[in-house]
């Protein structure tokens, strides 16, 4: 597993499963061009947000990165996930391929998602879930909704309508 970049943070441990996340721009510096961040839900539902976050992306200079995080409990280091780093890499790297998307991957290893999550995106992210739309609030828009209270513009995109639609076509 590439592990070019760790970064850790308060109660988290971020892994860099590609070689380009994050590279800063040789002119600034800093890191280049736009980012569109896909947090991993389910495996239906990351799909549908990679293959939104491909469309959108299609005409901008923009990258898209899969995000998902392990949660690891308070028994165990969190070095040490009760799912190995690299099962969760090659996860991550076939969830890709198989959505036919380019992606920078990260592996993040936290005690809470949700309080992870806020402290590691950068103020006025562009984060892309997917999920399914219901009447009631399902878990993703549960984040969805948290995430845009915190200031990100969030995309949700209900996996099951996308299903349907690709199904007709």
Known sequence: MSKEKEEGFRDAKSLDLSSSIDSPDP?????AGLKVNVIFTTT???????????????Y???????????????????????VSAEFTAQRIRALSTSAGVETDALLVL???????????????S???????????????????????????EVILTDWWRSLGETKKA
């Open 27 to 31: 002119n600034t510096g800093s890191e």
């Open 44 to 58: 239906e539902g990351t799909l549908a947000a990679l293959q939104a976050a491909a469309h959108l992306t299609t």
């Open 60 to 82: 901008l200079d923009a990258r898209i990165r899969l995000i998902m995080l392990q949660v690891v409990s308070h028994r165990l280091p969190l070095e040490r996930p009760p």
């Open 110 to 124: 936290c005690r809470d998602e949700r309080r992870t999550l806020i402290e590691f995106l950068k103020p006025q």
């Open 126 to 152: 562009l984060v892309m879930l997917g999920g399914r739309k219901r009447r009631w609030p399902t878990k993703e828009q549960r984040l969805a909704r948290l995430l845009k209270q915190h200031g990100h």
